[in-house]
């Protein structure tokens, strides 16, 4: 028998967050006064680089941004992601995104997040949320010491939609009754794949996009339809 999900994308989806505020929070709390000086001010030199990569291709602006990790202790980014959750997650928690999930979850909806945020991170979010799954990269580690790259797929455009269905497979999902919500353009792979896409706060290209399949829009505090029937 198969069953249906509810497959969120996470930053713009459903929390106004990106990489580097996480980012910023790890250096606070596992920095010393010296390098923590250093790491923030090498943000914004680093920053239109990061930004202009992201742009063009985010698998490399991952695999950039995600070496800035390097040295930081496994188990203390493990110990410190609830605080992150607390502090950097639930005050940008998108309301309207957040009612769906709660209403998938209600209905006895599969959730599952996909991300190219890393794995650790958004564990306590999955766990408020109530997701069986979290398909995002992880990094490599030696000796309780993250390496600074990606251990495994680095899960963004197209290799969303490849996880997902890879995942619903092995655990008989059926994605032309599931849904699927994403912001952004390397979403839409992910977004043609299930039976009902819904749009979150879209750019005017994935605007037009989702006016041209008929995909459902949540903008702003204004939702548009229901939940999957």
Not at 202 to 221: H, Q, T
Request: charged share 25%; aromatic share 10%; glycine share 6%.
């Amino acid at each position: 028998m198969t069953s249906v999900a509810a497959i969120f994308d996470v930053d713009g989806t459903l929390v106004r967050t990106n990489a580097v505020d996480y980012y910023l929070f790890f250096v606070k709390h596992l920095s010393n006064p010296v390098q923590r000086l250093f790491k923030r001010l090498a943000v914004p030199m680093w920053g239109p680089y990061w930004l202009l990569l992201d742009r063009i291709d985010r698998r490399q602006f991952n695999r950039s941004f995600y070496r800035q990790y390097r040295g930081f202790s496994v188990a203390a980014t493990r110990e410190l992601a609830e605080v992150c959750f607390q502090d950097v997650f639930m005050p940008r928690l998108i309301p309207e995104t957040l009612r769906r999930a709660e209403q998938h979850r209600a209905r006895g909806d599969r959730i599952l997040l996909v991300s190219g945020t890393l794995d650790f991170i958004l564990a306590p979010l999955a766990e408020f949320l109530g997701a069986e799954a979290v398909l995002s990269p992880r990094l490599a580690h030696e000796n309780g010491v993250y390496q600074g790259r990606i251990a495994g797929k680095n899960i963004v455009g197209d290799t969303k939609a490849e996880v997902v269905a890879d995942y619903a497979r092995e655990k008989s999902i059926d994605l032309s009754k599931s849904c699927a919500y994403g912001d952004s353009l390397s979403d839409v792979s992910l977004l043609n794949q299930v039976g009902r896409a819904i749009v979150v706060d879209p750019s005017k290209r994935l605007l037009n996009m989702a006016d041209r399949f008929g995909w459902e829009k949540i903008i702003s505090r204004e939702e548009v339809q229901g939940p999957c029937p």
